[in-house]
């Protein structure tokens, strides 16, 4: 498996922007479809975004379209969450998951993906 570290959480005011980072390291050889998901307070887990291993195919939950975009750079082993207009909503610990490419499961379901990040805090101020 891979070992996932994310980053870049924080406070920001509603309207402010964040970006968040995830580090990957062991298997990094493999290939893998990167997800990140966010669980706020009292709610269950949601699906944010996912990317494929080579970028070009990117999904987003309704709640972040057109805020949200998801990158990677697959030579640092690093995928990005940019986060603009951000809601007092988005306020959640956001994590990051891998899942092997070429999984036939559901990206945006978190059943479908075995490593995940410890999660990083967003707080949004109204």
């Known amino acids: 498996q891979v070992q996932l570290v994310e980053s870049g959480g924080g406070l920001v005011q509603a309207g402010g922007s964040l970006r968040l980072s995830c580090a990957a390291s062991g298997r990094t050889s493999s290939r893998y479809t990167m997800g990140w998901f966010r669980r706020a307070p009292g709610k269950e887990r949601e699906f944010v975004a996912a990317?494929?291993?080579?970028?070009?195919?990117?999904y987003y939950g309704d709640s972040v379209k057109g805020r949200f975009t998801i990158s990677r750079d697959n030579a640092k082993n690093t995928v990005s969450l940019q986060m603009n207009s951000l809601k007092s909503e988005d306020t959640a610990i956001y994590y990051c998951?891998?899942?092997?490419?070429?999984?036939?499961?559901?990206?945006?379901?978190?059943?479908?993906?075995?490593?995940w990040g410890q999660g990083t805090q967003v707080t949004v101020s109204s």
């Open positions: 998951a891998a899942v092997l490419a070429g999984t036939l499961s559901s990206w945006t379901s978190d059943r479908t993906y075995g490593s």
């Open positions: 990317i494929s291993w080579s970028g070009g195919t990117t």
